[in-house]
T-cell receptor, first 112, second 113 residues
């Protein structure tokens, strides 16, 4: 079945550091890929998405590129802020299959 | 003008009780979902309804019964609550079954004592 794998463990880094969170996927067909963010005490918000190979999703300084050859959708931000502290989820869905498959999430903590 | 709203935000109850969580969306979407997020933040879909019809029912105990009175509402009733039901439950909606962008509610934190 469709699945998403995110790197293990929380990520702690200093303000203005470069952030990368790895995400790889397994899917039949051609999935759409998403990054959702969950701020403390809140629900999930869509951060960015890409619907076909080589598409780049971007929002709030975050970027992720849909790489079909490596089945990856890694999230990056060049200079993080304390306000970026949250849990980040990678997810996929395939057309006509409206269930989202989520990765396990990564807690990101940005220290001033 | 909250897009997807849930009530209550927190729910603390004893084992064996029956409780309900309500969800409403004002986006005009046809499809709604319930997800469960466990203590390790792992999210898993439980149910999905399209235009009041059940279309996804994952391997969820039959103590969980969703009800959709109209396409803007999807409520979750849980009978005979167990300790393992403690989690955060998220409601979500999407335009239709072919739309893969989902909008999430703020969550309901259920604690079973």
């Amino acid at each position: 079945g469709d699945s998403v794998t995110q790197m293990e463990g929380p990520v702690t880094l200093s303000e203005e550091a470069f952030l990368t969170i790895n995400c790889t996927y397994t899917a039949t067909g051609y999935p759409s890929l998403f990054w959702y963010v969950q701020y403390p005490g809140e629900g999930l918000q869509l951060l960015l998405k890409a619907t076909k190979a080589d598409d780049k999703g971007s929002n709030k300084g975050f970027e992720a590129t849909y790489r079909k050859e490596t089945t990856s959708f890694h999230l990056e931000k060049g200079s993080v802020q304390v306000s970026d502290s949250a849990v980040y989820f990678c997810a996929l869905s395939t057309y006509g299959n409206n269930r989202l498959a989520f990765g396990k999430g990564n807690q990101v903590v940005v220290i001033p | 003008d909250t897009a997807v709203s849930q009530t209550p935000k927190y729910l603390v109850t004893q084992m064996g009780n029956d409780k309900s969580i309500k969800c409403e969306q004002n986006l005009g979407h046809d499809t709604m979902y319930w997800y469960k997020q466990d203590s390790k933040k792992f999210l898993k879909i439980m149910f999905s309804y399209n235009n009041k019809e059940l279309i996804i029912n994952e391997t969820v105990p039959n103590r969980f019964s969703p009800k959709s009175p109209d396409k803007a509402h999807l409520n979750l009733h849980i009978n005979s609550l167990e300790l393992g039901d403690s989690a955060v439950y998220f409601c979500a909606s999407s335009q239709d079954v072919g739309s893969n962008e989902q909008f999430f509610g703020p969550g309901t934190r259920l604690t079973v004592l």
